[in-house]
């Protein structure tokens, strides 16, 4: 009886191990690509987002010294403000750079060789910054910022995709959040190390910039000895052992055959299915509203307003009715509830999903704006009403991390396949770092315009995020390509028959069967 009983277990389990892939567990080599792959990366990126907050007024006052040097008068006021804008914003157009390189980097470095080569980017952007004030050139901080943001443009492109390719299917939203987090860190401890009693002074604020070497030395030290992505290895370079010792390191198990197969199924259907162009992927009917999609998520990503936040966060604070002395640890608290909600966002995005997340994000940043937009309005008039702007600010950022903030990279790499996928990244990097550009150059004059009324514009973005996702995007959870390309094809007016034909077809004209495909995998 107990030998029948064994026996039946026995035919179970194998069983459950034929019909579905096996419950996938975090292992170090998994979490330590996520960790020391974001350090150099997501992290230089939220940092460099906050740390010209400090130092903002000794920066000017340099800047006016340097011209008082050359041209023997003080600085006008609009030309500083320009010099200020063109140095917050040009770190946009060196990102929008990077990010055009993203797709011939990825094809002869591989994924994980072009974040390694892209440290040497930000080496040369904390000399240059760190320098700028030795040498008494403000250029020298213009190019550094440019320079840093070309290194965010391929980060911000190349970590996602990686993270995406290396993770199993139970764990890609958890692991891709880990991008977000980091960027949250970022920007938390660039307001950490501006305090005054560390760097924020007028002696010391050039260390804020010399400090970004750190952690792309951290990246060169470690990520050398962790696998490429398997997918890469095996579909791009055709090295079958080194993907299998990749999937071996990343899943913790020696049997990977099941990932193996499910990769060269892809392999073999992207034979009659090339790597595809920009011009391609526009014209593909069938990936028209997921190219949409993304396009508009991307754009609110940026455009919502959190970055106008960043940015300024000290002179909306300086409106709202705090003491100046105070506002340095003010806003270390706003990026502590960043880090707080986006750690939060990565424990439950595998359960609650992606499309519910996005969209209360953007329809609660709505809320919070609207309120803050009446709270700065009245301030004058009661004591305790800076007091609920500062709230409101609070929630704000709360909003975008709890699903804004890093489930728009996560879309990117799910919503198209591989064939697709490094023309999708381009694209939408293309549109993040405009419309980071738009924010960070406009948003003063904008500001100066409208006062305090400036982020009712932030409203309609979010509102319409919102009810465009509400209408348009479905839940990818726990979907596979044909599952997630299906939920588009009425939308895309191409039948479901005829997309799993096509589908069918490039995999049936090399050799493989239906049948085998349906052995899914953890990837």
């Not at 396009?295 to 300024?312: D, E, P």
Request: glycine content about 8%.
């Amino acid at each position: 009886m107990e030998e029948n009983t064994k026996q039946e277990e026995t035919q179970h389990n194998d069983s459950s191990d034929v019909k579905g892939p096996p419950k996938q567990r975090l292992t170090v080599c998994l979490i330590s690509a996520a960790f020391f792959g974001s350090v150099g990366s997501s992290f230089l990126y939220g940092y460099n987002l906050s740390v010209v907050n400090a130092p903002a007024r000794y920066i000017k006052t340099f800047y006016n010294k340097t011209w008082i040097n050359r041209y023997d008068e003080p600085i006008g006021d609009r030309t500083v403000t320009l010099l200020w804008s063109v140095t917050v914003s040009i770190f946009a157009i060196g990102g929008l750079l990077g990010a055009l390189t993203v797709s011939f980097l990825i094809k002869v470095l591989g994924r994980k060789g072009t974040l390694l080569a892209n440290n040497a980017l930000a080496l040369i952007a904390a000399l240059l910054l760190a320098l700028g004030e030795t040498a008494g050139s403000f250029e020298m901080l213009i190019i550094g910022r440019f320079i840093i943001g070309m290194d965010s443009g391929v980060s911000l492109s190349v970590l996602p995709m990686y993270l995406g390719e290396i993770s199993p299917q139970q764990l890609r939203g958890s692991i891709g959040q880990v991008h977000s987090i980091f960027i949250c860190l970022g920007v938390f401890i660039g307001q950490v190390l501006g305090l005054p009693e560390i760097f924020g002074q007028e002696s010391r604020w050039n260390f804020l910039f010399g400090f970004l070497a750190l952690p792309a030395l951290l990246q060169l030290c470690v990520l050398p000895f962790l696998p490429e992505s398997p997918r890469f290895l095996l579909m791009e370079r055709r090295d079958e052992a080194g993907a299998e010792r990749a999937f071996q390191a990343f899943l913790g198990r020696s049997d990977v055959s099941r990932e193996l197969e499910e990769v060269h199924a892809e392999g073999r259907a992207q034979v009659t299915q090339r790597t595809a162009s920009v011009l391609e992927l526009v014209g593909k009917r069938s990936l028209r509203w997921q190219l949409i999609t993304v396009i508009v998520v991307m754009s609110c990503y940026q455009l919502c307003g959190l970055n106008a936040i960043w940015y300024y966060t000290n002179g909306i604070l300086q409106e709202a009715g705090f003491q100046p002395t105070l506002i340095p640890y003010i806003t270390l608290s706003t990026g502590g509830i960043e880090t707080l909600a986006a750690v939060i966002s990565g424990l439950v995005i595998e359960k609650v999903g992606r499309r519910p997340l996005l969209i209360f994000g953007f329809s609660a940043m709505a809320v919070f704006f609207s309120l803050l937009t009446v709270f700065l309005q009245y301030q004058d008039r009661f004591s305790w009403m800076p007091y609920l702007s500062f709230t409101s600010i609070l929630l704000l950022i709360a909003s975008f991390c709890s699903g804004p903030g890093g489930i728009p990279f996560v879309l990117t790499g799910e919503l198209f396949e591989q064939s697709y996928r490094p023309a999708a990244f381009m694209i939408a990097g293309t549109i993040n770092w405009l419309s980071n550009f738009a924010v960070g150059l406009l948003f003063p004059f904008i500001q100066e315009a409208l006062q305090t009324f400036a982020f009712l514009l932030f409203v309609v973005v979010c509102v319409s995020g919102a009810v465009f996702l509400l209408v348009v995007l479905p839940e990818t959870k726990n979907k596979t390509f044909v599952e997630i390309s299906q939920s588009f094809c009425k939308i895309n007016g191409v039948s479901d028959q005829t997309h799993e034909r096509e589908v069918k077809d490039a995999l049936d004209t090399n050799g493989l069967r239906s049948a085998e495909v349906e052995m899914e995998s953890c990837f």
